[in-house]
């Protein structure tokens, strides 16, 4: 899972994951929490935010893209 919890992490990952899922709720404002929880993939993020902001696909892929940059999940 991309912002989700497995148990087990470290807290390193923990707060990482926190980080970004705050992180992305910012970069799109029509992100819930619940969303996030359960996106797996770039793939999922990218469809996501292509709804949740009504953005074309392309848009979407590449701000996810952009937004993702140096991430590590």
């Not at 899972?1 to 919890?5: H, P, Q």
């Given at each position: 899972?991309?912002?989700?919890?497995r148990g087990g992490e470290s807290d390193e990952t923990?707060?990482?994951?926190?980080c970004y899922r705050i992180d992305a709720k910012?970069?799109?404002r029509g992100l819930t929490t619940?969303?996030?929880s359960e996106i797996r993939n770039?793939?999922?993020l990218?469809?996501?935010?292509k709804v949740r902001c009504s953005l074309t696909y392309d848009k979407a892929?590449?701000?996810v893209q952009s937004w993702m940059s140096g991430k590590q999940f």
């Open positions: 899972m991309m912002f989700g919890f923990v707060t990482r994951k926190t910012r970069q799109w619940a969303d996030l770039e793939e999922q990218v469809e996501v935010v892929r590449a701000d």
